[in-house]
Each structure stands twice: as structure tokens, then as C-alpha cells.
């Protein structure tokens, strides 16, 4: 059965969807399959997808390089595509009968040393900072979490109240997963000095909305 690549690239990110994949990942992969599927049919003449060949493939990568994509969007593109002819040729679909992607070398970025904060460069964001107004309390806090538990800055964004105990906190990461991550005798501290001071502030802003609030 001959397979349209418009079809089967629809299919695919259906199925993405209903992965439960953050929608990030799904408009990431969007946009390197509907890439793809362009490139096929109107760089290589393809229709189904029992006319791809490997060298389609190959001309792709090359041709992004020659647009001056990095390594990293390179590699970023490589792996979507890998995962879109694995999915292809997985036991349940089998549309292809393998991944032609994998004839393919993945794109290789080349080492790099990250140059981390200093300790004291790390004091100096956290006392940029002071207790007054409440914003300032808020940051200060934001950044501490960024220093003591690693964290990244999606991941702090995505932090509720909820997810904070009385020692660690729930954090969700990348691809919807979940980890626990401990918390320092120091970040309880200003937590605490948060979330009193929050509360405050809450109060204050119903108050000025409603003069009658409780």
C-alpha cells in the first residue's frame, strides 16, 4: 500500500499529540517534518513514501549546512527525523521497511567548555536583590532556587506551591518528567520568608480591589 508523505507526516504528529509530549516538543517536530515533507516532495519529486531513498535524506542535511544551520540545529534535526522513520517502520505501523535515516551520520558539535558562575559571582545576582517590596523578595528566592537545586529556568517557571515540600521539591523537566530535587537548610529559609510575605501581598491586592475584603 502506497503511503502519501502529507498522510503519513499527519498521522506522525497526531501521534505526538496523543504521546503526551509537551507542546514545545510537538511544535518542534512540526516544524522539522512539515520541513521534511516540503523538501521531498517539491526538492526530490516525492509523493509516498516508498520512494525515499537515503541520498533524499542525505541532500537534506547537506543542504541545511549549506543554509548555515550550527551543529546543534543539525543534530536537533537529525534526531527528529530519525524518530519520525523509526516511527515509520515500528512493528505496529510498518510503512517502511526500515530506518533510512540510520545510513545517515548524525551530525557531530564539537566540544565546548561552559564557564559555570563563580561563587562569588553567584552572591552577587542573590544580593542584587533586597527584602522590600515583595518583587525584589520574589527574585531574590528565584535566583536561590536556581543556585541551590541546579534547576533550569523552564523548570523554575513551572514550580507550583504545591510541588514544594517540607525538605525537596517536585520539579517537572524535560519531556514531562519528574524528579526530586533536596532542598538546603538556607533555601528553606528564604521560602518560608517568601511565602509569608506573599501571602501579605496577596492580601494587599485584594484589599485595594475590594476595600470590604476581610
Known sequence: ???????????????????????????????????????LNERRGITYLNEIHFQDLSALMILMKKKG??????????AAFHAYFSWLCAPNQQYLPKNIMSKIECP?????IIHAFTSEEVRRMIHVF???????????????????????????R?????????????????????????MSPILKKIMIRYNRERSEYIKRLQYAADPGFP
Open 1 to 39: 500500500m502506497k503511503i502519501e508523505l502529507k498522510s503519513a507526516a499527519e498521522e506522525y504528529l497526531y501521534h505526538c499529540e496523543a504521546s503526551g509530549y509537551t507542546k514545545k516538543t510537538i511544535l518542534n517536530k512540526t516544524y522539522y517534518i512539515m520541513y521534511l515533507t516540503k523538501f
Open 130 to 156: 533586597r527584602y522590600n517590596p515583595f518583587l525584589e523578595i520574589r527574585n531574590r528566592c528565584m535566583i536561590c532556587m536556581l543556585a541551590d537545586c541546579g534547576l533550569r529556568a523552564i523548570e523554575l
Open 69 to 78: 544551520n550550527k551543529p546543534q540545529s543539525l543534530k536537533t534535526a537529525y
Open 158 to 182: 513551572r514550580i507550583k506551591l504545591s510541588d514544594i515540600r517540607h525538605d525537596y521539591i517536585n520539579v517537572l523537566g524535560k519531556g514531562n518528567k519528574e524528579r526530586i530535587v533536596p
Open 108 to 112: 557531530k558539535i564539537p566540544k565546548q
